[in-house]
Each structure stands twice: as C-alpha cells, then as structure tokens.
C-alpha cells in the first residue's frame, strides 16, 4: 500500500497550504470537504519503520490536519474520517475523536457496514458520540453492499444500511458510491425520503 507521509514536516507544510488554498477557492461554494481515513498499516519492525514516523508523531500530524483544515473552511463543513490508527490503537483513535469534540470538527469515515463487530466496537461508538457536537458523515463504499448484516444472516439491504446510517449512526451525511446495480436503488430511496 501507499500513504502520504503525513507525520512529515516538509509535507505537511505544503498539504497545509494546499487546504488553505482550496478554501480560498472553494469554502462556501461546497457543500464540504474530509481529510482521508486515518487507517494506515505500516511494518513496525526495525529497519522498516518510515523514517520520522511514530504512533505519537502521526497522532499529531492527524491532529495538525484538522486545525488547518478546521480554520480554512469556515462556511464549508470540515470532516476527519478516522476509523483506525496505527497499531490498531482505540486510545490513539479515542484522543482524535476527544480533539473533534474540542475544535467541533466533523467526523465519520469510510465504510457503512451494517453491525460489523469490529466496527461497531471501535470507531462507530465514536462516531455516533459526536451526533450533536459536529456533522458526521460515512462513506457507503464498492463492496459495502455485500456485507452479511449479523441480525439477519442476509445481505445488507440499501434501506438497512440507511436506517443503520441514521439510527444507529446518527449521521448527518450519507455518501453513497455509484456502485451498480445498486445505485439505483440509492436513488429510489432517496427519491423516497
């Protein structure tokens, strides 16, 4: 796989200016912007670790992000996905989630999958916790449509993943990939509503 390198000074400062140009441009014209998924997956063995790179440098780094994204776009709604830290840290994910609340800066992520375990015990818990607080947004994403949703043993439905989404989530935003054949049906709900 592949990640910017985000813990990094030199990148950081020119991806901080970019976000400030994008608002100059754009804040107010949009509906919002989000910052990627905080989910990397990076060998910890020696030797192999990015140079520069620790969990509390690329806690910070994520941390950073959010301020200048935050104070850039001040019309435009600002979200951090943020599903899972290095090392599959839930202390490290909990202090994102903890940084959201303080600067109310929106929060979500990738992936609606329905009652998914994992999920459910690490950053959905987190991400309904800000209903409220900031907006909240997650992505129904390629191959979101083929998860087994627990309760029932079957395949999601787009109507379950909408009332998981908003009732159990308790989102603000909903974006739906394009994926067919079931994009139609996206829009029959919609349309619905």
């Known amino acids: 796989g592949w990640v910017a390198r985000r813990w990094d000074s030199a990148v950081a400062a020119r991806f901080h200016k970019l976000l400030i140009k994008l608002a100059e441009q754009f804040d107010g014209r ?12 990076l060998s910890e063995e020696p030797g192999l670790i990015p140079e520069g790179f620790s969990r509390n440098s690329y806690l910070e780094a994520i941390k950073n992000n959010m301020m200048v994204l ?11 996905y943020a599903n899972f830290m290095p090392g599959d840290s839930n202390e490290d994910l909990k202090k994102i989630y903890d940084y959201a609340k303080k600067i109310k800066m929106g929060m979500g992520g990738p992936d609606i999958k329905v009652y998914k375990e994992f999920q459910m015990k690490n ?32 395949k999601v439905t787009i109507p379950e993943i909408f009332d998981f989404a908003i009732n159990y989530l308790r989102l603000d935003y909903v974006f739906w990939c394009t994926e067919e054949p079931y994009y139609r049906q996206v829009l029959k709900l919609i349309d619905s509503k």
Do not use: C, H, W
Not at 30 to 35: A, K, M, Q, R
Not at 132 to 140: L, S
């Open 30 to 41: 949009i509906e919002g912007i989000n910052l990627p998924e905080t989910s990397v997956a």
């Open 70 to 80: 935050k104070k850039s776009f001040k019309k435009s709604k600002p979200i951090q």
């Open 123 to 154: 950053s959905y818990p987190l991400i309904r916790s800000m209903s409220g607080i900031a907006p909240t947004g997650v992505a129904v994403q390629d191959g979101n449509y083929d998860v087994i949703n627990p309760k029932t043993g079957q």
